[in-house]
T-cell receptor, first 113, second 112 residues
Framework: GENVEQHPSTLSVQEGDSAVIKCTYSDSASNYFPWYKQELGKRPQLIIDIRSNVGEKKDQRIAVTLNKTAKHFSLHITETQPEDSAVYFCAARRGDSSYKLIFGSGTRLLVRP | DGGITQSPKYLFRKEGQNVTLSCEQNLNHDAMYWYRQDPGQGLRLIYYSQIVNDFQKGDIAEGYSVSREKKESFPLTVTSAQKNPTAFYLC???????????FGPGTRLLVL
């Protein structure tokens, strides 16, 4: 069935360093890949997304890359700051007609001051 | 996100009691969703609804029920059949087929 694997489960970096979170999806028909950030006790919030017709998308310090052949996509955060500390979830959706997002298990990112 | 509201913020359930979590959106979104999140875990889909008067089971629907009588409302009932209901419940909605989901602030359910 549909599955999204996310690694690592926890990630600790020094402030100013880069952080990379990777996800692998199983359904080759997936064409939409959002990333959510969830701070402690809060709702998940969309931070960036990418569609299968592009290989990379950037928004200031965050970027997402997509490798359709290998069926994996990654979140890159540069110049990390303490406020980047949160849980990050990747997700995949099978086509525009699907109403379901398949979520990864989450990565807890800690940015050490 | 501001247009999706959930109430109450905290809810306490006694053994054998049914409780209903409210989710309302004023964004005119067609699709609505309910997720369960256990401490330190990911999001698991309970139910979703694509249009009014229609809904489908997600991955963990047992012990839960929903209704979608109005476009803006998608309440979730946690029944007594759900033996371990303690969790953070998140409602979400989606504007259209090519859009992503946006989440409400969540309801934390605790069992007394």
């Amino acid at each position: 069935g549909e599955n999204v694997e996310q690694h690592p489960s926890t990630l600790s970096v020094q402030e100013g360093d880069s952080a990379v979170i990777k996800c692998t999806y199983s359904d080759s028909a997936s064409n939409y890949f959002p990333w959510y950030k969830q701070e402690l006790g809060k709702r998940p919030q969309l931070i960036i997304d990418i569609r299968s017709n592009v290989g990379e998308k950037k928004d200031q310090r965050i970027a997402v890359t997509l490798n359709k052949t290998a069926k994996h996509f990654s979140l890159h955060i540069t110049e990390t700051q303490p406020e980047d500390s949160a849980v990050y979830f990747c997700a995949a959706r099978r086509g525009d007609s699907s109403y379901k997002l398949i979520f990864g298990s989450g990565t807890r990112l800690l940015v050490r001051p | 996100d501001g247009g999706i509201t959930q109430s109450p913020k905290y809810l306490f359930r006694k053994e054998g009691q049914n409780v209903t979590l409210s989710c309302e959106q004023n964004l005119n979104h067609d699709a609505m969703y309910w997720y369960r999140q256990d401490p330190g875990q990911g999001l698991r889909l309970i139910y979703y609804s694509q249009i009014v008067n229609d809904f489908q089971k997600g991955d963990i629907a047992e012990g839960y029920s929903v209704s979608r009588e109005k476009k803006e409302s998608f309440p979730l009932t946690v029944t007594s059949a759900q033996k371990n209901p303690t969790a953070f419940y998140l409602c979400a909605s989606r504007p259209g087929p090519r859009e992503t989901q946006y989440f409400g602030p969540g309801t934390r359910l605790l069992v007394l």
